[in-house]
């Protein structure tokens, strides 16, 4: 019983994370995020995204991905850098390296810039606004 214990618990905590983990796909430009749709995500160039409104196709985000290298891993890095079109501010993020469209739906999410209605959220854009 004992030795079961262990497994039980790495059992409970592996399903919960699969409970939080959200499914995001894109289909014909949509961004769906569970199933809703979230926003619109256009690819202008290798390494720029658009992103509007989907009810009102309103551009909200121009995200330009920024090609570093990194001396002490070696290695490039893409880092996003979104600017603000309403507000004409660029913010630049430090995190794991975006590579597709869907690593860019996954940066909007995880730092909440845009809300599930997909509208920016002001409260917390405000945090990454120096």
Request: proline letters at 2%; a positive charge.
């Amino acid at each position: 019983m004992k030795k079961s214990r262990p497994i039980i618990l790495i059992v409970i905590l592996l399903c919960s994370g699969a409970l939080f983990a959200q499914e995001i796909v894109v289909k014909n430009d949509i961004a769906l995020l569970d199933g809703k749709e979230y926003v619109k995500i256009e690819k202008n160039y290798k390494n720029e995204y658009v992103i509007s409104n989907v009810l009102t196709q309103k551009a909200i985000f121009k995200i330009k991905i920024i090609v570093t290298y990194n001396s002490f891993t070696k290695r490039n890095h893409f880092l996003p850098q979104v600017y603000w079109l309403e507000k004409n501010k660029n913010i630049r993020f430090e995190v794991d390296d975006i590579e597709d469209t869907v690593d860019v739906i996954k940066f909007l999410n995880q730092f909440k810039l845009i809300n599930k209605l997909g509208e920016v959220d002001r409260k917390e854009i405000r945090k990454y606004i120096y």
